[in-house]
Every structure is written in structure tokens, then in C-alpha cells.
């Protein structure tokens, strides 16, 4: 089966501390570390132990500037066997709607069983560029996909729901499927595996290449403007307790003591 | 008059609260702009749900048929486009749900319109479409512009708008299903419900809730001992169940339970909206973090920022102490 994963670059914010930039529309990246998105790492676990087991080939493709490569790198790494990198000065702004429009238009010049991507980004978490790339593409999808099976001609896929319920669907291929973390265990990446990515060949493809006119992509192709970003407003906040550990816990344990819960 | 859509949710004979959420943001919407407030209601056999929503909105749109028994998001996406170039409605409303990310960005596509997802707040400057949503796991909210169309469409994060009951007897208006044939592509096969847990942490009253922030394995046993010496019981986020850490049945959220115990401690969670669904209405909430702007102090009661490592030791023999 030859499967596409579509990866995205992505800060990690979880225990950063976060900085408006000027524009007051972003986020202050210097000083932040980048790495795959934590769906997109599920993703393309799973196309890697599909591959495994059936056969094909995985190839990578991200959009984004010259430094995402370490992320295409680490797919390489990981077991993919290709590597496409859509990098234009035009995409600049694009949100997830033009970004599914620039991935349709290189996939659909390739060959290709089945498309993953991650469930949504960690960033900015708009959770829709695989069905809109089916859509794109006229082919059917699924999304936060916890398990995936093969049967003539069709995927079946359980799709997480909430509180812990599933439901098994049947989609027919070839499908996009968007991918939930936990559906395996991304595995650790070889000293090897990252030597031998290093030589890969990484193909980089922009916007002439990819038969898109400017209109369609960046801000003007998009649905959605940022306007402004700012911390979120508290529904409440907590009480700081500050201190030694000694301090804290004897306050914590003052607290609990009168609730009764000691 | 053009009118505003919200399409109901619903799952084995219950209406999701999601719907009514968005019925009554629908209907404040919906007296901003002067449109009328419908419902839309797919299923088979729903006619007890249509009377219930008809009390949130002044029409109900009801398009039964077996196709529609399940949720299916290529029959909904069918029967929704249909509606949608029919009457051309001002904005669609659907949860951000797993039913509606499955659906909402497809059809989206299909009708050439502009959608915007997971959003906590809408208001309509004029004919622009402004939205409010959050990045970065919360730790920031952005307020976008939605691109000027005469129909858009949005996805409402759950539990961003708290539900009203209206004075209203809505009409329901049987239409006709549009679905000829089978769909073709994509099948409901049954659900899958989750394996039952040795633990019920429901029903602990002390939870000691660990994230990703307890870094490794190697350390569960440090907060298990905790949880010991408070006479509770484990709780995790959901990175601790997909690297198997813990089992699901501990997982706090959207995706696992809803507690509500006499105290949860949080350690090392960032407080993502999914994990704060799960644990906010607790009698009292004690987070650690090392982080100052996690998120979760702002649904905590008491913070503490200091590394985990520290205070849940110092915490453990503290309250050894005291129980001598
Ligand atoms: C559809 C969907 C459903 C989901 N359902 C759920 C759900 O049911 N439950 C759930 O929890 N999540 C759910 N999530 C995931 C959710 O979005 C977050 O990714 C997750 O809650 C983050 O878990 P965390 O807080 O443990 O990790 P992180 O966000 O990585 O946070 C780790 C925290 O630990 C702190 N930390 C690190 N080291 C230390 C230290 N030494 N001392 C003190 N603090 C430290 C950091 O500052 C950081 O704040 C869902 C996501 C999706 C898309």
C-alpha cells in the first residue's frame, strides 16, 4: 500500500512560556523548540507499521519553510521512505482551508492508497485539513481514528467519540484518515535511522510547481483572519501558595484538614 | 428573512447537550441579526426529540430515514448541503464534536463556504463574521475575522455556552429525505463501548490527577504513594493512557469521565480544555505546575508553582505525618 502522511511543525507550547509578538497576531517563536506535531507522530507510526506489514512505501509531506525539514527528517527516520517539503513565500498566512488546498494539488498528481494525517495540530488546532482534503480530492475520510483495519476495498476504522465510547465505520479507499494519539506506540528513532535520513533526498516544491494560483493560497485563500490574539480572560483564579515545600505542604495540608478531608 | 441553522446532535435515543448549547447561543444570535432560529434534526424515529428541541427554536427542520439512524457524516453532508442551498442560511451551526469534525470541514468544502472550528465565542460586526477560539493548548485565545460570505458555517466547542430553556413552542417541519440510494462510501457498523475498568474513579472522593509533567514511568510509584496516604485514588490526563501508563478507565475529559470528587490534585497537567471538562466542577482543585501561566490555575482553587517532584513528596509525608 503506498500511503501519504501529511506532518506539520510545530512549537512546543505545553511548558513554555508564551510571548505576544508585535503584531499582537502571533505568537513569539524565537526560543521555541519545533517538532512534529504529537498527531502527526501517531500518524505516521501507524503508515510505517502498515507498510511493515503489507508492503508500499510512506511518503512525508509538509508545508512550511526550509526549516521544517528536521521534522521530514525524523519521518525519514522513523520509516518513511520519501520526503516532500511545499515551501513558498506566498503560503505565508495560510490557514488550514489553503493549506488542504496545496496539499491537494501535489497529491493529486501522485500515486496513493491512503492519505493520514493527524486528528488536528497542536498549534493551532482547527482540526480539519484531512476531511477538507478529501472533500478536495473526492474521496471519502474518517477522523479521530483510535484503530484501523484493511478488508477488500475498504478501511474500517473505530472513530473515538466521547467519554470513552468508539464506533466502528467503514470507509471506502482510498480514504483520508485522521488519526487520534493512542492509537499506537510511536517508536524511538535509530542513531542509524537518523544517519541514514540525513542522506535522503528531501523534494521541495512551491507554488508554481504545484498549479496554484496566488489568490488560492496565504491570507487571500483562506477563510480565517486573525485579527488579534491575547491571554485568555480567568473564569477564576487560583490562590497561589507560596513557599518551601515544607511551607506549601503544610498549608496544603491546613486546607485539607479543615475541609475535613484528613 | 434568512434564518439561523443549528443542527441537533444526538446518540442512542439522547439529544447531546451540545445542542441545546447551541440553540441558545443560536437564538441570541439569531435576535442580533433579526433571522429566525431552526433546528435541524436528522434521524429515524426522532419525533420525541424534535417536540423537545421545537422548545428552543422557532422551527424544526425534521429529515427522517433510516440512512439517517446513525450518524453518517456522507448522508449528513448530503441531506445538510441540500438544506443549506435551499434556504441559504446566514451561519450553521454545528458542535465540535467528534460527529462534527467529521462533518462540518467536508461540507464546508463542498459548498464553497467559510468555516471556523472549536469556537467559544460568535458575533456578527455588520455582515463579517467574527469568531473568538483558543491556540496552544489554551494557553492563548485568538479573534479572527471570518471570510465575508452571505452563509457560513461554524463548529461550537462543548460546554462554551451554557444552555437556556426559552419560552418558545417552535413548528417542526417534516422534509423529505433526499437520499435516494444506500450511501455508498462510508458505513455505520455498531459502537464499540469501552472495556470496563477495574477502578471507578467517579466515585472516589480524593482524586490525584498526574499529567504529562510526571515525565516518566519510573515515577508513577511516587504519586501512587500519594494518593495512598490521602486515601484517593489515581486520576491521569490523557497522554499518561496513550503511553499506556495508566488504563482508561483513570482518564480524566472529554474523551474518558467526568468527575466531580471532594478534592482533585492536578500534577503536571496544563489544564487543555478536554482535560477541564472532565474535572472543573470538583469540590476543590489543587494544581502543581512549574508552569505559572498553565491554563489549569484558572480553574484551580489553590496553585502551587514548583516542580512536582518536590511537592508531592514533601505532600505525601506531610500528610503521614499528620495521620501518624
Ligand atoms: C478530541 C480530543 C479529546 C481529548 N480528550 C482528552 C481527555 O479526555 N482528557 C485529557 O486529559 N486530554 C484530552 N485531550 C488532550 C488534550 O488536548 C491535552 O493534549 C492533554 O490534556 C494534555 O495533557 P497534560 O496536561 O498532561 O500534558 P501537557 O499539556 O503536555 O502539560 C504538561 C504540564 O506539566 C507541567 N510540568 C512539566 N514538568 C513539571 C514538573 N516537574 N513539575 C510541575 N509541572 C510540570 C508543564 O508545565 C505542563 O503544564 C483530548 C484531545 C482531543 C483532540
Known sequence: ?262 | MTEIFVLAEHRQGQIRDITFEMLTKGKELAEKTNTDLTAVLLGKDVKEHAKTISEYAKKVFLVEDAKLENFNSEAYQKVLSNLTKEHKPLLTMIGHTSFGVDLAPSLAAALKLPLATDCIDLAFEGETLVITRQMYGGKVNVKAKVRKSESYIVTVRQAAFAAQKPNISGETMEVSSPLTEETTEKRFIEYVSPPPGGVDITAAEVLVGIGRGIKDESNMPMVEELAKALGGVLACSRPIVDKGWLSTDRQVGSSGKTVKPKLYIALGISGAFQHVLGMKNSDLIIAVNKDSNAPIFSFADYGVVDDLFKIAPALKDKIQELKG
Not at chain 1, 129 to 149: D, F, S
Not at chain 1, 189 to 210: P, T
Open chain 1, 1 to 262: 500500500m503506498d500511503i501519504i502522511v501529511c506532518v506539520k511543525h510545530v512549537p512546543e507550547t505545553a511548558e513554555a512560556e508564551i510571548k505576544i509578538d508585535a503584531t499582537g497576531k502571533a505568537i513569539e517563536k524565537t526560543g521555541l523548540v519545533f517538532d512534529i506535531n504529537e498527531w502527526d507522530d501517531y500518524a505516521l507510526e501507524e503508515a510505517v507499521r502498515i507498510k511493515e506489514k503489507s508492503g508500499g512505501t510512506v511518503t512525508a509531506i509538509t508545508v512550511g519553510p526550509e526549516d521544517t525539514d528536521s521534522t521530514l527528517r525524523k519521518c525519514l527516520a522513523r520509516g518513511a521512505d520519501k520526503a516532500m517539503r511545499l515551501t513558498d513565500p506566498k503560503f505565508q498566512g495560510s490557514d488550514s482551508y489553503a493549506i488542504a488546498k496545496i496539499l491537494q494539488s501535489t497529491i493529486k498528481g501522485l500515486s496513493f492508497d491512503l492519505i493520514l494525517t493527524g486528528a488536528l495540530a497542536g498549534d493551532d488546532g482547527y482540526t480539519m485539513v484531512g476531511p477538507i482534503l478529501a472533500e478536495l480530492l473526492g474521496i471519502q475520510h474518517a477522523t479521530m481514528v483510535k484503530k484501523i483495519e484493511f478488508d477488500d476495498g475498504v478501511a474500517k476504522v473505530n472513530r473515538e467519540l466521547e467519554g470513552g465510547l468508539e464506533e466502528k465505520t467503514e470507509v471506502k479507499m482510498p480514504a483520508v484518515l485522521s488519526i487520534q494519539t493512542g492509537i499506537n506506540e510511536p517508536r524511538y528513532v535509530s542513531i542509524m535511522g537518523i544517519r541514514k535520513a540525513m542522506k535522503k533526498e528531501i523534494k521541495v516544491l512551491g507554488l508554481a510547481d504545484i498549479g496554484l494560483s496566488e489568490s488560492e493560497v496565504g491570507e487571500t485563500g483562506s477563510w480565517i483572519k486573525v485579527e488579534k490574539i491575547f491571554v485568555p480572560p480567568a473564569e477564576k483564579q487560583a490562590e497561589f501558595i507560596k513557599g518551601s515545600p515544607e511551607e506549601v505542604t503544610t498549608k496544603i495540608a491546613e486546607i485539607l484538614k479543615s475541609r475535613g478531608l484528613i
